[in-house]
């Protein structure tokens, strides 16, 4: 298997492409099959047995929300 170089990034996109971005995964979910998603010009294939969860974070002056979802590389 071929290393991946490491990454971390955001990007910012306009409503409509973000509402893409959320729709599509869930419409594969929803029929139990795995996606896939551009970002940042990488395509990045997702199984059905990723671990999704929600994030809220809160200081001072500002509040975000994350989608976040998590699977192994490894065996598959």
């Not at 029929?31 to 999704?52: L, M, Y």
């Not at 994350?66 to 699977?71: L, M, T």
Request: no cysteine; proline share 5%; net charge negative.
């Amino acid at each position: 298997m071929t290393q991946k170089p490491g990454r971390d990034i955001e990007k910012d996109y306009p409503i409509a492409a973000f509402i893409e971005k959320l729709r599509r995964p869930a419409d594969s979910l929803e029929t139990g099959q795995r996606f896939q998603i551009q970002i940042a010009g990488e395509r990045i294939s997702v199984p059905v047995d990723a671990t999704f969860n929600i994030e809220h974070e809160r200081s001072e002056d500002a509040e975000e929300i994350e989608f976040q979802i998590n699977w192994s590389r490894s065996g598959g």
